[in-house]
């Protein structure tokens, strides 16, 4: 049965979620992650898009990413996919699948949906035990938003300015937005589970 297509619209935002392959670890070391922010930089320079949140973990990704040109958003996970998985077979002597099937990319439908989505992306290494303060975990948006880190990556979410006055105000704001479990956490797990996308 052939799978249904994506809805791919101009300046749609998507939540991009990509496994390894039976679950398995796909960033192990430094370099690793640094590799595929550095491809996911050149997926912007080249497929026109703004990521406003994201998370690297040990065995998935997540993103959420507005792109300009929606049938680019394919090219734009070829690229990043793709290129990751060629370096990390060579990387580690694999042959085989890198990634579990076909990436997930559900239509984030309302703007007011960024921050939430926000925060569950970021709050995955607690979730996970990694770490007990998110500061500790450094490859994800979060430092970008609590903390005023620099980051040629990140596109400031729309609604962040929503949240105070000025930076230090919205910084504070938003560590403690995202200290506390979102309430829908459980309906976003289910929603992105049961996505076909």
Not at 12 to 32: D, K, L, M, P, S
Not at 70 to 84: A, W
Not at 138 to 159: K, M, Q
Request: aromatic share 16%; hydrophobic share 35%; proline share 9%.
């Amino acid at each position: 049965m052939p799978r249904p297509p994506r809805p791919l619209l101009d300046g749609g935002c998507y939540h991009v979620i990509a496994r390894g392959n039976n679950r398995q670890f796909i960033f192990a070391e430094t370099e690793a992650f640094q590799y595929f922010l550095a491809l996911l930089g050149r997926a912007k320079a080249r497929y026109p898009a703004k990521l406003y949140h994201y998370c690297l973990m040990s065995n998935h990704i997540h993103l959420l990413l507005a792109i300009a040109c929606g049938t680019e958003l394919p090219k734009f996970m070829q690229c990043v996919l793709q290129g990751y998985g060629r370096w990390y077979q060579h990387r580690v002597g694999q042959v085989g699948h890198v990634w579990q099937g076909r990436y997930k990319s559900p239509l984030v439908a309302q703007d007011s949906y960024f921050l939430e989505a926000g925060r569950y992306i970021e709050r995955n290494p607690l979730q996970a035990k990694l770490v007990t303060e998110l500061q500790e975990y450094p490859w994800s948006s979060y430092p970008f938003y609590a903390h005023g880190t620099p980051s040629p990556l990140v596109d400031e979410d729309p609604y962040y300015a929503q949240l105070g006055p000025n930076p230090y105000r919205r910084q504070e704001a938003y560590r403690e937005f995202v200290r506390r479990a979102s309430p829908y956490t459980h309906v976003l797990d289910a929603a992105l589970l049961e996505s076909p996308f």
